[in-house]
């Protein structure tokens, strides 16, 4: 069963930018898609971006598309998300997430935490 590990939190002023990495290990060859989640204190988990890992498409949530950008490196079996122009209510635990064919994500990180201040 494949493992995932996120990287690269931490704290930032509104403005700022940060690249969050996620490393893949273990059976990931089920996997065709990966992704990237995040959850607010109170709230939902929520969706940001998703990245196949067949043809390298990626989608977004109106809510980070032009500020956040998706992309893979397959050979260091490793996911990132660029994060530019946070702001405050970008503050969350971020998780990658990896899933076979379908729409669910089974494959879960412990999250990293990105803290932005005003």
């Known amino acids: 069963q494949g493992q995932l590990v996120e990287s690269g939190g931490g704290s930032v002023q509104t403005g700022g930018s940060l690249r969050l990495s996620c490393v893949a290990s273990?059976?990931?060859?089920?996997?065709?898609?990966m992704g990237w989640f995040r959850q607010a204190p109170g709230k939902d988990r929520e969706w940001m971006a998703t990245?196949?890992?067949?043809?390298?498409?990626?989608f977004y949530d109106n809510s980070v598309k032009g500020r956040f950008t998706i992309s893979r490196d397959n050979a260091q079996n490793t996911m990132y998300l660029e994060m530019n122009s946070l702001k405050p209510e970008d503050t969350a635990m971020y998780f990658c997430?990896?899933?076979?064919?379908?729409?669910?994500?089974?494959?879960w990180g412990q999250g990293t935490q990105v803290t932005v201040s005003s």
């Open positions: 273990g059976d990931t060859y089920s996997w065709y898609k």
């Open positions: 990245i196949s890992l067949s043809d390298g498409r990626t």
């Open positions: 997430a990896a899933g076979e064919r379908g729409l669910r994500f089974d494959y």
